[in-house]
Nanobody, 122 residues
Framework: QVQLVESGGGLVQAGGSLRLSCVGS????????MGWYRQAPGKQRELVAS???????NYTDSVKGRFTISRDNAKNTVYLQMNSLKPEDTGVYYC????????????????WGQGTQVTVSS
C-alpha cells in the first residue's frame, strides 16, 4: 500500500523555522510533481509550493523568499524548509503527489498525505 507520511510540524514563534518532510512508502516506482498545500481553519486548502521531478519549483506569492521546497527522488521524499514564519502560516500542511507510478498496481492520481499541523504564535 502506497503512503505519503508527513512529519516536522509543530508550534513555533513568529520568525522561527520548521522543516517539513513527506516520505512516500510502498511499491513506488516514481512520482511526478509533488507539492505542499495548507489549510487554515475556516479556509480552503491552498497550494504553498510545488516541485517537478526535474526540480522546477513554484511558490505562492506569500511564501516566496521564506520557504524552500526540495526533493530527493531516490527516497521519494519532498521537503519544505519554512523560515521567517508568520502567524498567517498556521494551518494543516498536506503533501500531495500528482501521479505515482507503482511496480505492481495501476498508477495513483492526486494522492495525499494525512497532514501535519503547523502553528505559529505571535
Amino acid at each position: 500500500q502506497v503512503q505519503l507520511v508527513e512529519s516536522g510540524g509543530g508550534l513555533v514563534q513568529a520568525g522561527g523555522s520548521l522543516r517539513l518532510s513527506c516520505v512516500g512508502s510502498g511499491s513506488i516506482f516514481s512520482i511526478n510533481a509533488m507539492g505542499w498545500y495548507r489549510q487554515a481553519p475556516g479556509k480552503q486548502r491552498e497550494l504553498v509550493a510545488s516541485i517537478t521531478s526535474g526540480g522546477r519549483t513554484n511558490y505562492t506569492d506569500s511564501v516566496k523568499g521564506r520557504f524552500t521546497i526540495s526533493r530527493d527522488n531516490a527516497k521519494n521524499t519532498v521537503y519544505l524548509q519554512m523560515n521567517s514564519l508568520k502567524p498567517e502560516d498556521t494551518g494543516v500542511y498536506y503533501c500531495n503527489a500528482d501521479y505515482i507510478r507503482t511496480y505492481y498496481t495501476p498508477p495513483l492520481h492526486d494522492y495525499w498525505g494525512q497532514g501535519t499541523q503547523v502553528t505559529v504564535s505571535s
